[in-house]
């Protein structure tokens, strides 16, 4: 990618094209491209660690959200829900083990 970047002006690129060129090796630098060896070993372990934080981070957030879900067992106060949003939280509920008198 530098040798492009380094002759990126005598390649007579239209500006679009410099444009993408210039985009890419920034791109590039950003991931790390141009890190001695031992960086870019840091750098791919620090990306595996986010990876692996992210998705344990997920996976917590979705288990929280399905544990902290509203039970509703009252329909009048489901009042200004269309009858398709009452369907839809009655068959959530279905499929989590809950029954209602709908």
Request: net charge negative; aromatic share 4%.
């Amino acid at each position: 990618m530098n040798a492009i970047y380094d002759r990126r002006d005598t390649l007579n690129l239209d500006p679009e094209a410099l444009k993408l060129v210039e985009v890419y090796r920034h791109d590039f630098v950003q991931a790390g491209a141009n890190l001695p060896d031992a960086d870019k070993q840091k750098m791919r372990d620090i990306n595996q660690q986010i990876s692996t934080l992210e998705t344990a981070f997920t996976a917590k957030l979705l288990a929280g959200a399905k544990a902290g879900a509203l039970v509703v067992d009252d329909k009048s106060k489901l009042a200004g829900l269309s009858d398709g949003d009452i369907a839809a939280a009655a068959e959530a509920a279905q499929d989590r083990g809950l029954t209602g008198n709908g």
